[in-house]
T-cell receptor, first 111, second 117 residues
Framework: LAKTTQPISMDSYEGQEVNITCSHNNIATNDYITWYQQFPSQGPRFIIQGYKTKVTNEVASLFIPADRKSSTLSLPRVSLSDTAVYYCLVGEGGGADGLTFGKGTHLIIQP | NAGVTQTPKFRVLKTGQSMTLLCAQDMNHEYMYWYRQDPGMGLRLIHYSVGEGTTAKGEVPDGYNVSRLKKQNFLLGLESAAPSQTSVYFC????????????????FGQGTRLTVV
């Protein structure tokens, strides 16, 4: 399983764009990169998944450079409700390798 | 469509007691997972299953057993509870589509808060 490294915590302000970077130097050819969001007292929820280049949905964008050794989750114009823990996962897309979460990045949005 | 349902939501056990946590999903998902979450530790995988009748160990399997007798249910058992097993337990499921197919997402239950005294 590819190990991931992401910042333990980040702070930002409402209306700002927030970028959270995840390092995964040992990513395998078949691995996808997936991000989840977790609010207190809730289970994580899927945000976005990608394999290479850029993926965008209604919630976020995911930027993956050509070497795929890192990825950046971009949250546009954050609000207080974006305060949560964000997890970067790297593994086979279907989850057959167990979906291993790390400690995530605790994002705190201030007014 | 309820998604992933965990039973019970809260439980207090005495050291040495046993219990079973039930996870049920109604999405016909192939893969199911059990995690525990402790303060500052993120989510740690206990056991998982890639299909009915199969189970595999995750990062922290000791002290737990699992069974997947029916596709829609994944049971997590504690045979002799210990205070170190005080935690919030989450169950998740995915479709299990492999590389080359549509991207997948894991759906999580609302968690079971277990306290062992």
């Amino acid at each position: 399983l590819a190990k991931t490294t992401q910042p333990i915590s980040m702070d930002s302000y409402e209306g700002q764009e927030v970028n959270i970077t995840c390092s995964h130097n040992n990513i395998a050819t078949n691995d996808y990169i997936t991000w989840y969001q977790q609010f207190p007292s809730q289970g994580p929820r899927f945000i976005i998944q990608g394999y290479k280049t850029k993926v965008t949905n209604e919630v976020a964008s995911l930027f993956i450079p050509a070497d795929r050794k890192s990825s950046t989750l971009s949250l546009p114009r954050v609000s207080l409700s974006d305060t949560a823990v964000y997890y970067c996962l790297v593994g086979e897309g279907g989850g057959a390798d167990g979906l291993t979460f790390g400690k995530g990045t605790h994002l705190i949005i201030q007014p | 469509n309820a998604g992933v349902t965990q039973t019970p939501k809260f439980r207090v056990l005495k050291t040495g007691q046993s219990m079973t946590l039930l996870c049920a999903q109604d999405m016909n998902h192939e893969y199911m997972y059990w995690y525990r979450q402790d303060p500052g530790m993120g989510l740690r995988l206990i056991h998982y299953s890639v299909g009915e009748g199969t189970t595999a160990k995750g990062e922290v399997p000791d002290g737990y057993n699992v069974s997947r007798l029916k596709k829609q249910n994944f049971l997590l058992g504690l045979e002799s509870a210990a205070p170190s097993q005080t935690s919030v337990y989450f169950c998740a499921s995915t479709t299990g589509i492999r590389v080359g197919g549509p991207s997948t997402e894991a759906f999580f239950g609302q968690g079971t808060r277990l306290t062992v005294v």
